[in-house]
């Protein structure tokens, strides 16, 4: 059937892969139409999340089915929207709902507002202050289970080893105030990811065998690793991200109380994710603070970016690292958060190397 509609073309992702594929959206009869390469599928318009409109960045929309739509070209978007009518239809969403009349509108104009103000990094932070712990715990658990599924397994690390690391790292936390010290619970997996680490929202630190054995099981190195993933902790910095990289749809769902569109889309709105430098910053204060307060040599952070880039070098050269291609996308497509994606430059050699002889 021809169709008059304006169409776009956008990424899709299922919310059960982190993988995107290329769509062709159009509006017809109140109903989003997607189409994908294989298959098309269309959803009522009054149940999708639309994105706020921002000045600048992706447009970031969520199905009822748990897969988002993505899409770069966000003036593009915007112009799509228009066209379809659907400003408008937003507002009626929000009019049907009771729930919004009583001040949780008023609570979404002012962040609106406070977004072209000041920009979404600040409102971000001031969200993630007013969010409750519960809610890193939720998405850092369907964070997990996501990554446990498609890119994890069990350690192969004894558990002596793996006491001895977080002994170590305890052990270094003794010599910082209590309340300076997030909940953290560290985890060992075996990974296709090779040599990494990750901090998921409440408290959860992932770290691959593969990274104790890059160092030999060193716990001095391996505590430099965790004091800088306790420092994202510290600071909830990944949840800070996902709420950058969701606009502020993630907060409308929060506000209407409905978490589990929140969770479906979690995956993939992780793997869109990426620390920003001040947060790495942030996160290396913590780890020189720890490390110094513990008494070690801040420079064993040097020596684990060293044995990263020299990884990273030999894996260059190799004729083909034997990651599967799908492995190999959801890799990049996670690296955002993780430690190893964070180049070691000059800036932050020399912030660990100083106080080196
Ligand atoms: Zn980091």
């Given amino acids: ?85 659907l400003q408008e239809s937003f507002i009626v969403v929000l009019q049907q709902s009771w729930r919004w009349v009583t001040g949780s509108l008023l609570a979404l104009t002012v962040l609106l507002g406070a977004t072209y103000q000041w920009g979404l990094p600040v409102i971000a932070q001031g969200i993630v202050a007013i969010t409750p712990y519960s809610f890193d715990e939720r998405i850092g658990q ?8 498609r890119l994890m397994e069990p350690s192969s690390l004894s558990m002596a080893q793996q006491s001895s690391i977080r002994d170590a790292f305890a052990h270094a936390l003794r010599f910082q105030a209590a309340d300076n010290v997030p909940r953290w619970n560290l985890k060992f997996r075996k990974s296709k990811l090779g040599p990494n680490a990750l901090a998921l929202p409440g408290g959860t630190i992932l770290m691959t065998d593969e990274m104790v054995q890059l160092v030999d099981g060193d716990t001095d190195v391996l505590t430099a690793v965790l004091a800088h993933e306790l420092g994202h902790l510290k600071h ?16 409308t769902s929060l506000f209407l109380g409905d978490f589990s569109t929140v969770l479906a889309a979690i995956p993939a709105l992780m793997g869109q994710a990426q620390y920003s430098r001040e947060a790495e910053r942030e996160a290396d204060d913590t780890a020189m603070q720890v490390l110094t307060a513990a008494g070690l040599n801040p420079r064993v952070m040097v020596t684990m970016f060293e044995k ?3 990884q990273r070098q030999s894996e260059s050269k190799g004729p083909s690292s034997g990651h599967s291609n799908d492995g190999a996308n959801v890799i990049v497509n996670l690296l955002g958060l993780a430690f190893a994606s964070h180049p070691a430059d000059s800036e932050r050699i020399a912030f660990f190397g100083k106080n080196s002889r």
């Fill in 142 to 149: 369907a964070t997990l289970t996501a990554i446990d599924d």
């Fill in 236 to 251: 909830r910095h990944s949840l800070r991200m996902l709420v950058q990289v969701s606009g502020l749809s993630a907060v």
């Fill in 1 to 85: 059937m021809q169709t008059t509609n304006p169409t776009l073309l956008a990424a899709y992702f299922d919310g059960k892969s982190a993988q995107a594929r290329p769509v062709e959206l159009h509006i017809e009869r109140e109903r989003l139409h997607v189409r994908t390469a294989g298959t098309a599928f269309d959803v009522p318009v009054s149940q999708v999340l639309w994105p706020e409109r921002t000045r600048h960045g992706m447009r970031i929309a969520q199905l009822p089915t748990g897969g988002i739509i993505q899409c770069a070209d966000g003036p593009a978007w915007d112009a799509w929207c228009k066209s379809n009518g």
């Fill in 308 to 310: 990263l880039e020299a």
